[in-house]
C-alpha cells in the first residue's frame, strides 16, 4: 500500500514536470520562430522608429495646448 502511494506520488511528480518542461519547450520555440521572422527583416543603415519618443511628444503638445487654452480663458 505505501509503495503504491509513493509510486503514484512519482508519477504525478513526472507528469507536472514534463507539463513545465513542454511548456517552456514551447515558449522557447516560439521565441525562436520570432526572432528568425525579425532577423531578417534588420537594416542597419535605416534609423529605427522611436515610437515612444513620438507618443511622448505628441502628448506633450496636447497638455501645452490644453494648458495655453486654460490660461487664455482666465485672462479673458
Known sequence: MVIKMENSKRIRAN???TRANSKKS??????LEEYCLKR???NPTHPSPN???GKLQVRMKQYYNNLYK???CFTE
Do not use: H
Request: glycine share 0%; no cysteine.
Open 15 to 17: 507528469k507536472v514536470k
Open 26 to 31: 514551447e515558449i522557447l520555440e516560439n521565441i
Open 40 to 42: 531578417n527583416s534588420f
Open 51 to 53: 515610437i515612444f519618443i
Open 70 to 72: 486654460d490660461i487664455n
